[in-house]
């Protein structure tokens, strides 16, 4: 069954260091999303992505996050200047359009 | 009001039981709705889509109401494995926004 892959699964930061997190898409998905998950609490939109541009963004993703999908294959977020309260755990989900979301496993972020 | 509410939980129920959870939305132009599970520290996993005419899988069923912008999903027959958070997820009309409810938690006893 296809899946959405990301790495890295946990990586621990100082604060105020930039982080970039990976996805790679389920191979004939179009639309791409990052949410995030901060311990115990719900599942929060951050960005969506179609067509090689951002589609929507909420008021989380600020300046400091961005979106990119360099090579055609990586879906990436970065966080320039991470904070405390970035700590969380990131999900990149993936649809081929019908509006069904496939999650990858996440990439828990630590920041120190 | 939030955008999408879901009854707190948590719900503690025997196997063999039959659960109801709640779900409304405050969007009233949002176009598709689904109901997803997640297990601890896991990803949300897709459970099913819910249909304007209501849906069947297996021993879960979905309702939507349009009018009072409500939907439900039952569980027949609980079993341990169905032991998760529910998520009620709605997506908006003309945007690529999906958004999660808080979640309600099932715990099911043997």
């Known amino acids: 069954e296809p899946e959405v892959t990301q790495t890295p699964s946990h990586q621990v930061t100082q604060m105020g260091q930039e982080v970039i997190l990976r996805c790679v898409p389920i191979?004939?998905?179009?639309?791409f999303y990052w949410y995030r998950q901060i311990l115990g609490q719900k599942v929060e939109f951050l960005v969506s992505f179609y067509n090689n541009e951002i589609s929507e963004k909420s008021e989380i993703f600020d300046d400091q996050f961005s979106v990119e999908r360099p090579d055609g294959s990586n879906f990436t977020l970065k966080i320039r200047s991470t904070k405390l309260e970035d700590s969380a755990m990131y999900f990149c989900?993936?649809?081929?359009?019908?509006?069904?979301?496939?999650f990858g496993e996440g990439s828990r972020l630590t920041v120190l | 009001r939030k955008e999408v509410e879901q009854d707190p939980g948590p719900f503690n129920v025997p196997e063999g039981a039959t659960v109801a959870f709640n779900c409304t939305y405050s969007?009233?132009?949002?176009?598709?709705f689904f109901w997803y599970r997640q297990d601890c520290r896991k990803e949300p996993k897709l459970l099913m889509s819910?249909?304007?005419s209501g849906n069947e899988d297996g021993r879960f069923t979905a309702q939507l109401n349009r009018a009072s912008q409500y939907i439900s999903l039952l569980i027949r027959d609980s079993k341990l494995s169905d032991s998760a958070t529910y998520l009620c997820?709605?997506?908006?009309?003309?945007?690529?926004?999906?958004?999660f409810g808080a979640g309600t938690r099932l715990f099911v006893k043997a």
């Open positions: 997820v709605v997506r908006n009309t003309g945007g690529f926004k999906t958004i």
């Open positions: 191979s004939n998905h179009l639309y």
């Open positions: 819910v249909y304007s």
């Open positions: 989900a993936t649809s081929g359009g019908g509006g069904e979301l496939f």
């Open positions: 969007n009233s132009a949002s176009q598709s």
